[in-house]
């Protein structure tokens, strides 16, 4: 069973930056790729960005530009770079790391605050 904790989560003024960080138990490689997804109150869980084993990154529209995904293999950890915070960004954050034709691994989430 694949573990994934979150953490760096908090509060941030608009216009501010946050990382987020994502520690697995197993080795980050042998995903097919991890993630970030965002779940505001009321809202559907949105993707946020991705990544792959193979380095492609891929991101929401609403971030683009904003946010950027990067991965430290020797740490197992992946890393969530967030800039240009502003409150439409405020939600839970969750992790996940997924294998193709395998049920995906979920964080317990961290909770992203965005004050105006």
């Known amino acids: 069973q694949v573990q994934l904790v979150e953490s760096g989560g908090g509060l941030v003024q608009s216009g501010g930056s946050l990382r987020l960080s994502c520690a697995a138990s197993?080795?980050?490689?042998?995903?097919?790729?991890m993630g970030w997804y965002r779940q505001a109150p009321g809202n559907q869980r949105e993707m946020v960005a991705l990544?792959?084993?193979?380095?492609?990154?891929n991101y929401g529209d609403s971030v683009k530009g904003r946010f950027t995904i990067h991965r430290l293999s020797a740490r197992n950890t992946v890393f969530l770079q967030m800039n240009s915070l502003n409150p439409e960004d405020t939600a839970v954050y969750y992790c996940?790391?997924?294998?193709?034709?395998?049920?995906?691994?979920w964080g317990q989430g961290t909770q992203v605050t965005v004050s105006s």
């Open positions: 197993d080795r980050i490689a042998s995903f097919y790729g």
């Open positions: 996940k790391a997924y294998y193709l034709g395998r049920p995906d691994y």
């Open positions: 990544i792959t084993r193979g380095g492609s990154a």
